[in-house]
Structure formats: C-alpha cells, structure tokens
C-alpha cells in the first residue's frame, strides 16, 4: 500500500509560478512511477507529467512541455511538480498517482494509487 498526499496548490496570477509536492508513505516509492494528473470542473482527469522510478526519464503532455518540470527525491519518498509561466487553462485539480509502469505512462489505468489531489487556481 502506498498513501500519497499532495500539497503546494493555491491560487496565483497569469504567468506566475507554483511548486506542487507528493509526499508519499512506505519504503517501496523508488518502486514506483510517479505521475501528475489534473482535472478541470467538468472535465475529464488528463495527463500533465510523469517520472521513471529512478528519475532518469520523464514524459510530459504537450500543453506543459517548457513549462512543467517533474522531479523526485526517493530519499524523502516525495515527487515535486515545478510549475512556471501558469495560464488560466492549467486551473484544476492536481491529483499525484504511483504506479509499477513501464509504457503508457498518460494512462489513468496504468496507475494504483492516487492522492486526494490539491486546487491550482490561476487567475487572470
């Protein structure tokens, strides 16, 4: 089991910047591949970014690329999502997901845990 717990949202202007974190439980995160989801109101949950279990490797959605860096300290079982130059359209619900992933890491499917997830408001 893994528990995993988002902080770091709130609400901030047009191209200002937010660090989102996910702090996650138990000894096997380095197991784990690690991905950010987020969902706007109304919409379905979609893929912003994911990491590789060691951190080599990350993947991201076009929307975010140049924007968006995804790292990971598996020392401190925590996952960060650097979030710069935000547009009213990153708005929503950011949800951290693990997952023993070796493909397909935009899946929602590919994933077994999730977070409660933590409100990026960006206002303009």
């Known amino acids: 089991q893994v528990q995993l717990v988002e902080s770091g949202g709130g609400l901030v202007l047009t191209g200002g910047s937010l660090r989102l974190s996910c702090a996650a439980s138990?000894?096997?995160?380095?197991?784990?591949?690690m991905g950010w989801f987020r969902q706007a109101p109304g919409k379905e949950r979609g893929f912003v970014g994911a990491i590789s279990r060691s951190g080599q490797f990350t993947y991201y959605a076009d929307s975010v690329k140049g924007r968006f860096t995804i790292s990971r300290d598996n020392a401190k079982n925590t996952v960060f999502l650097q979030m710069n130059n935000l547009k009213p359209e990153d708005t929503g619900v950011y949800f951290c997901?693990?997952?023993?992933?070796?493909?397909?890491?935009?899946?929602?499917?590919?994933?077994?845990?999730w977070g409660q997830g933590t409100q990026v408001t960006v206002s303009s």
């Open positions: 997901a693990a997952g023993v992933i070796g493909s397909d890491y935009y899946l929602t499917r590919q994933y077994n845990y």
């Open positions: 138990g000894r096997t995160f380095s197991t784990y591949a």
